[in-house]
């Protein structure tokens, strides 16, 4: 899979670590950069902090291909993103001139200093404007700085996915009317001899057609289809409910 685009998520938000808010941002965005061939590799909460804001992101833009941040971007004391990607970089924070200019256009008056500090950006950050969106997505390297709403975060990632699209990932998923326990052997067996194919088992609770879901995923759809036959040539006939 070395073709393969990685990515890391950090979520941003004291309301986050102390639950008064449920993150749904992470969930959305990994299943879309899945679809996309993208391999989030890791997702990271934490809080509204500066200094801890620049290390991870320090951090993760020299681990991972891309970058995608949520929450702490807006006009209020806790809004510290793009003042923690500055410092995590070692850059100043300047007051982008076209996010000035696009917000003097949207408000048609004198801005305050709570809309100025939305035109605060990490000094080399580049701005993505889209006539339909109530602000510009913010990039700086590799890092894509995303809002903590959901509403606002998927409209905007909707505007930019494809540029993200890498080789596809190939999936089948096998549903198994047995215990875990049962298979695990198999799953060994065909996991050792199957190099480039990720395979997962997966409890399912309350179903009465089947209680294991299992799935195979490679970006290559040969290697995908041998392992997935070896796979159901191993497995007992009677536990196998269906193959998707």
């Not at 969106?133 to 909707?158: A, D, L, M, Q, T």
């Not at 695990?184 to 089947?210: F, H, K, Q, R, T």
């Amino acid at each position: 899979m070395s073709d393969t685009k990685t990515a890391g998520i950090i979520i941003i938000g004291n309301e986050i670590l102390s639950g008064k808010v449920q993150d749904t941002n992470s969930f959305y965005l990994a299943a879309e950069l899945r679809g996309l061939g993208v391999n989030v590799r890791r997702i990271s909460v934490i809080p509204d902090e500066i200094e801890i804001i620049g290390k991870k992101v320090f951090d993760f833009s020299h681990t991972y291909d891309l970058v995608f941040t949520s929450g702490g971007v807006g006009p209020t004391h806790d809004d510290v993103t793009m003042a923690g990607i500055a410092k995590g970089f070692g850059v100043k924070i300047i007051r982008h001139p076209e996010i000035k200019i696009f917000l003097s256009i949207k408000y048609n008056k004198p801005l305050n200093d709570a809309i100025l500090k939305m035109t605060e950006v990490p000094e080399g950050a580049e701005i993505i404007v889209f006539e339909d969106i109530r602000f510009p997505i913010v990039s700086f390297k590799n890092i894509f700085i995303f809002p903590g709403i959901p509403e606002y975060f998927k409209n905007k990632f909707s505007l930019i996915k494809e540029r993200f699209r890498s080789s596809p990932f190939y999936l089948k998923r096998l549903f198994l009317n047995t215990h875990e326990s049962s298979i695990a052997d198999i799953l060994n067996i065909v996991v050792s001899e199957n190099a480039g194919v990720d395979i997962g088992s997966y409890p399912v609770v309350g179903n009465s057609e089947y209680r294991i879901m299992v799935t195979v995923e490679s970006k290559s759809d040969v290697s995908l289809n041998k392992a997935l036959d070896e796979l159901v040539k191993k497995l007992p006939e009677n536990i196998v409910v269906r193959v998707e």
